[in-house]
């Protein structure tokens, strides 16, 4: 299968510092990426679609100027975290759908702790 | 109303068992639905993938859809203790690059 990566695998910050994590597709080009947090014990909240060359679009309650996303190229897009607080403490997981299949690929996720 | 439904458990069961996960959804739209598996601390993985109603079977795991009741699910035969982790569903309204609906997922645990 296709194969998703992210780094870093785990990032610990202090508060109000900025932390950027990367989304890799290894072996195929996504023009559009999903970035998605996930809280202990809960599901996947969509947080953005990340579309290559233009503006990420936001879902509901996202604050897009906290959570900068950059799709630079057809294999890369990364998610910032702004001025981090410890309420930003979660799990981030990037997904890309592979032209011409029906499934999305994930990510092995990123930790983020703010201290 | 969450628009996917899913029992969080935790769901344990003796290794062998047959393990029944289902997901209930409110949107008639959708029309691709998927079953991943998440082990602690790792994104998901792609179990099974199916379109509009019917059956799919993958090995020990059978997903079924009955858009009727907007209702799905995944059954695992032969259960391993490898198969303990948390399992979502998730759907779509269309396939390729779009927005998925996850369900809140269920931690099962295979017990020796």
């Known amino acids: 299968g296709a194969v998703v990566s992210q780094h870093p695998s785990w990032v610990i910050c202090k508060s109000g510092t900025s932390v950027k994590i990367e989304c890799r597709s290894l072996?195929?080009?996504?023009?559009?990426m999903f970035w998605y947090r996930q809280f202990p014990k809960q599901s996947l909240m969509l947080m953005a679609t990340s579309n290559e060359g233009s503006k990420a679009t936001y879902e509901q309650g996202v604050e897009k100027d906290k959570f900068l996303i950059n799709h630079a190229s057809l294999t890369l897009s990364t998610l910032t975290v702004t001025s981090a607080h410890p309420e930003d403490s979660s799990f981030y997981i990037c997904?890309?759908?592979?032209?011409?299949?029906?499934?999305?690929?994930f990510g092995p996720g990123t930790r983020l702790t703010v201290l | 109303q969450k628009e996917v439904e899913q029992d969080p458990g935790p769901l344990s069961v003796p290794e062998g068992a047959i393990v029944s996960l289902n997901c209930t959804y409110s949107n008639s739209a959708f029309q691709y639905f998927m079953w991943y598996r998440q082990y602690s601390r790792k994104g998901p993985e792609l179990l099974m993938y199916?379109?509009?109603?019917g059956n799919k079977e993958d090995g020990r795991f059978t997903a079924q859809v009955d858009k009727s009741s907007k209702y799905i699910s995944l059954f695992i035969r032969d259960s391993q203790p490898s198969d303990s982790a948390t399992y979502l569903c998730?759907?779509?309204?269309?396939?390729?690059?779009?927005?998925?609906?996850f369900g809140q997922g269920t931690r099962l645990t295979i017990n020796p």
């Open positions: 998730a759907m779509t309204l269309f396939q390729g690059a779009q927005k998925l609906v």
């Open positions: 997904s890309a759908p592979r032209q011409g299949a029906n499934e999305q690929f």
């Open positions: 072996d195929f080009q996504a023009t559009t």
């Open positions: 199916t379109y509009s109603s």
